[in-house]
């Protein structure tokens, strides 16, 4: 088990508002456990829980059990969580360096951080931006790069740490649907290769795609977990203020209409992924 | 020649080096730059040098002196051969060729971070500032036309400006140790610049010189500064 999460209640450092209460969680890996629910639900917070940095980074108090790796967080480092789980935020622009004057040179950031040796570097580097298939970015400038090709040269940069689990909180908040494809594309291909991975997103229509398991989490609590398709068809997910997925939205609306046996055979989960045209007759469903 | 000595020799040398590294037009920018502050020191010296009585012309209430006019010149020479000779260094020396070797002399990733950072920063100020103008202008605040309207314009802008980088900050914290940065041990470097021997002998050279001049300066051999 990459994650393991049991009662995990936590509160910021200042504050007696618990933000998260009592969660049970469980990444395996190669898996992609998706988290959604409504704003101040406390999924940036489970975000930064999952990934150790919350303490450890941030102060504030953690009680139950948050296992990462076969290790509680409580007994790591960040520099060492870091090894064990990457995390990606919203803002690509928050998580460059600075330093770096070449794509290539962002993505060596954190392993050179490691102290290890520059064929090791070289590596990782090569092995991240062939994952995330960005080679062609090596010499880019990481400040000069459209949004999407920024979150995914971020996302190379917390793979090149050989993380076995991945904390995405928002990855594709800031992009357009083209930058929001390649986010996904890049997280299904890293799931397969092994990679535990916990995706906090409010785009439904991506959680459809690349999900395995989806969390509802609600004032900080799970409200349900289960099998994506069983989730996102929750007709409670409105009520939490969730947006449902489009082919969630098409199946209810024909229901409703009384023609949910015309879409026996269709692949709705397809319409996230590209634009379709549906023709037919008056009354064809 | 006391007071001349020291930044006409510096000048030179500027100017020379400037010379072989084909940056003198370059060079115009930060040149034109020190001016406000050359014209500052050049009257202030001139008009008020206090205890001068060699008047130069009596301009009514006005009397400017050979004496300041000397010291506003001498001061003006300093400050040109500064500000070139930082010039000289900004134009011939790749930032991250700077920190790189830096780091490979042993300089800690935090005084490198904040350097880098530092250097780094200042464009994307300005490409946010420029951001933040545009949209206040697109909801009618006029930040053109006449200096008072450009002042005015400035006083939205910082508030935005410094709070949007504010609020960037813990999540730019959380992403340098989601990346190992506070890990122990040294860095790895990526490259060693090259370093040829008669780099190494000017190197020397020009800090055993700054040393010996300063030296014979303080025991009155050479008119220095």
Redesign the interface.
Known sequence: MSLQMRGATYAYAGTKAIVLAGVDLDVEPGRVVAVVGPNESGKSTLCLVAAGLAPAAIGGRLSGSVVLDGQETATLKPHEAAQRCGILFQNPATQLSGTSVTVWEELAFGPRNLGLSIEEVAERVEAAMATLQIGSLAERDPHRLSGGQAQLVALASVVAHRPTMLVLDEPTSQLDPAGTRLVGDALARLAESGTAVLLVEHKTGLVERVADQVVLLVGGRVETVGPAATVLADPRLDEFGVDPPPSARITRALAAAGHADRLAGIDLGALEAEPIAAVGPGGGG | MRGWTGPLVVLAMVVATAAVARIGRSMVPFALAVIPLVASILLINTFLFPGATDVIVRIGPLTPTWTGLEAALQATLRVAAFALSVAVFALTTP??DL?ADLERRGLG?RG??VI??AI??IP?MAERASEITDSQRARGLDTEGSPWRRVRGVVPLAGPLIISALS?V?????????????????????RRLPDSSSQRVIRWAAGLGAIVAVAASLAGFLPLP
């Open positions: 930032t991250d920190l990733r490198i971070f880098g950072a780094g920063m994307r960037e813990e999540e730019r914290t959380m992403a340098l140790e989601a990346r190992a940065f506070s890990a122990p041990g040294r860095r790895t470097t990526l």
